[in-house]
T-cell receptor
């Protein structure tokens, strides 16, 4: 089945730093989403981005579908950005499932 | 617009018991998918319901079953609970089965003792 790999697995930053999270996937996709999971387990939608570039405040994302990767940029990080970031894809190969990567755990300290 | 809701928030069950988890989809969404997230892992797809029919299933045994109702809300039933079923159960709704953004509820945390 389709493979989704996220890197790095862990990231430790000082408040104000910038970071880039990467998601590689092994097949063409219909849908790619980035989520932030808060400490209570809720998955917060960040971006729906099967291709192209989007920005929302300090966050932006780029998906290069032809090269099968997506990047999530976090600028001027804040302590509230801490948590786990997941990339998830759906593809014809996976049927109707959203396939998640293992996540990147981000810790931002003040 | 009401988001995806789930109940209960937490649940403690004993091995061998049965459990039912509930999910209400977001307004305008006709598709509900269920996921299991073990501690430290990404969510794993259990199954999807579309127009009251199962529309795709992950690698979970038949004791995991579900229902979707005419108002598009859904239930996840787990029979003969095992200790490994302890996890966060997430439901997501979307406008259609594939290619559309999925929105997740807050989850139900199930503990099996």
């Amino acid at each position: 089945g389709i493979q989704v790999e996220q890197s790095p697995p862990d990231l430790i930053l000082q408040e104000g730093a910038n970071s880039t999270l990467r998601c590689n996937f092994s097949d063409s996709v219909n849908n790619l989403q980035w989520f932030h999971q808060n400490p209570w387990g809720q998955l917060i939608n960040l971006f729906y981005i099967p291709s192209g570039t989007k920005q929302n405040g300090r966050l932006s994302a780029t998906t290069v579908a032809t090269e099968r990767y997506s990047l999530l940029y976090i600028s001027s990080s804040q302590t509230t950005d801490s948590g786990v970031y997941f990339c998830a894809v759906d593809s014809n190969q996976a049927g109707t499932a959203l396939i998640f990567g293992k996540g990147t755990t981000l810790s931002v300290s003040s | 617009e009401t988001g995806v809701t789930q109940s209960p928030t937490h649940l403690i069950k004993t091995r061998g018991q049965q459990v039912t988890l509930r999910c209400s989809s977001q307004s305008g969404h006709n598709t509900v998918s269920w996921y299991q997230q073990a501690l430290g892992q990404g969510p794993q797809f259990i199954f999807q319901y579309y127009r009251e029919e199962e529309n795709g299933r992950g690698n979970f045994p038949p004791r995991f079953s579900g229902l979707q109702f005419p108002n598009y809300s859904s239930e996840l039933n787990v029979n003969a609970l095992e200790l490994d079923d302890s996890a966060l159960y997430l439901c997501a709704s979307s406008r259609a089965p594939q290619g559309y953004e999925q929105y997740f509820g807050p989850g139900t945390r199930l503990t099996v003792t």
